[in-house]
């Protein structure tokens, strides 16, 4: 059985996520991810060549967010 996102983050938590993890755990596409990188909505930083999106940048995007309204 594969073990989902949420409960492997749970396990091990991590600090930063690449641009595929990022994807992954906002439900998102990456010309999304890379949309809200552009407008300032979600941050990221620079390891060498590599683009890392904070677990602090990615909850607070999320916890920004309105909650859903039933139709």
Do not use: H, W
Not at 53 to 70: C, K
């Amino acid at each position: 059985m594969q073990m989902t996102l949420s409960r492997k983050l749970r396990q091990n938590p991590k600090i930063s996520y690449t641009t595929p993890e990022a994807c992954a755990a906002l439900g998102i596409g990456k010309t999304k991810l890379f949309e809200l990188l552009a407008r300032g909505q979600i941050k990221a930083v620079k390891v060498g060549a590599r683009l890392l999106f904070t677990d602090e940048s990615l909850r607070n995007f999320v916890n920004s967010l309105p909650e859903a309204r039933a139709a």
